[in-house]
């Protein structure tokens, strides 16, 4: 889990320098081809983060979750994860 960590935090870090970049490509003027391929970078960057976390629940928090006998837990972690993939496809 803590080496998924590291590389979900180095993929928001990613994003983070190269929205900066993607400012200041839009307050330059520049190309807007050039800015949104810039930008089109930024989304796959924060999509492959997101994915990893999702993992990372699963895997974790979820399948802990999953083992309980507690059902009132299992299915309000089952909607929080409907929840946040309906989001994600919007």
């Known amino acids: ?16 320098s190269s929205m900066a ?10 190309y807007c081809i050039d800015i949104m391929q810039q930008n089109l970078a930024v989304i796959g960057l924060l999509k ?9 629940h699963l895997n974790s928090c979820f399948k802990k979750a999953m083992e309980t ?7 309000e972690m089952i909607k929080e994860i409907l929840k946040v993939t309906k989001l994600s496809n919007k």
């Open 48 to 56: 492959s983060a997101h994915q990893m976390l999702m993992e990372g």
């Open 69 to 75: 006998k507690n059902e009132k837990r299992k299915q």
């Open 1 to 16: 889990m803590i080496k998924q960590k590291g590389k979900t935090l180095i993929n928001f870090k990613k994003a983070q």
């Open 21 to 30: 970049t993607i400012i200041k490509m839009v307050e330059d003027n520049e």
